[in-house]
């Protein structure tokens, strides 16, 4: 918690008192009596949703102007859809925000959707922060009764799975590629709405790309009366609560895999990404960023979250871009590996 006090004052001084006179004026006037957007890549319900949501309740009074924030769902392609709208589509004037799917700014550099698909790039968006990290994990229906992640290396199990730039998708097939599990993989789904839908109706036995913050805001029964089982942790690093849930990094077997897994995983720091679009002036862009921080120590904040069983570990918005910067050179070697990993088929 003083790690993240300690960055929210420096965003506030850096964005708000960073706006001097008549540009800070500026600001204040232009979103007074506005309205802004945020687009949201995922049905209502879901881990992504219900973590926007409570952000638009509380962000707004941090911004100068106090614009309202207006949440609107756009589905389509694991948010795709949401980040090209934003990218190519959006006034750049600073009053529209993204919420997308964490792994989306790497589909262009690892191939998880058709070049033509993903119409933006990431290091040009206008980055705000993101509200966590994550740790994913895979779990599958306590009635099956698969109690370890090794029975899944000898037994074929059908896990639901979104759409290609989407976690559960993507981790079905870096398990099946390098850890040599044997997922049949069933896609198609809208977010972890549906995907646990999926596990209720028996559609599919597993879930392999859900955040364990996620199945606790919205699953919290799943979790107390064991109604599914923790298998993996789909990470870097384990979560503190899961100390006896196996990592998957221990199960890569070669200093190549360890790299790719390093890659495919590493935006899992910024669990829960906002951005806005690209060319939006920069004294803006500053507020929002400002005002993003500030919200994360608001004390009606931090308490609603709390109820929602939403942890609070954020990144700013030039850290996002920072880590997306990194990412986007790594030696052409860890890319092919990571592509290799994600590959489909034979």
Known sequence: MHRILVAAASMLAAGL??????????????????????????????????????????????????????????????????????????????????????????????????????????????????????????????????????????????????????????????????????????????GSTENYLALERGEATGYMGTSYSSLKATKPDWIRDHKVNILVQVSLNKDPALPDVPLVMDYAKTESQKRALDLILAPQQMGRPYMTTPGVAPERLKALQAAFMVTMTDPAFVAEAGKEAIDIDPMDGPAVLALLAKLYKSPPAVVKAAQDALRVGP
Do not use: C
């Not at 802004?36 to 219900?50: F, M, N």
């Not at 705000?128 to 994990?137: E, L, P, Q, R, T």
């Not at 759409?163 to 809208?190: C, E, M, R, W």
């Open 17 to 190: 008192f960073g706006l001097h006179g008549a540009s800070a004026d500026a600001v204040s006037d232009f979103y007074k009596g506005k309205q802004i957007r945020l687009i949201i890549g995922y049905p209502a319900g879901s881990g992504y949703d219900v973590h926007a949501r409570l952000l638009a309740r509380h962000m707004a009074r941090h911004i100068p102007g106090e614009p309202a924030i207006i949440p609107q769902n756009m589905l389509g392609a694991g948010s795709v859809r949401a980040a090209n709208y934003v990218y190519n589509v959006a006034a750049k004037d600073g009053l529209t925000m993204g919420a997308i799917n964490r792994s989306v700014p790497l589909s262009p550099l690892l191939g998880t959707t058709e070049k033509e698909q993903a119409q933006f790039d990431p290091l040009k968006f206008g980055w705000i922060g993101s509200m966590n990290s994550a740790v994913s994990i895979g779990i599958v229906w306590a009635a099956s009764g698969i109690k370890t992640f090794d029975e899944l290396l000898t037994r074929e199990v059908i896990v639901a799975a979104a759409a290609p730039t989407s976690d559960s998708y993507v981790f079905a097939h870096i398990l099946n590629n390098i850890v040599g599990t044997k997922l049949k993989i069933v896609s198609g789904y809208q």
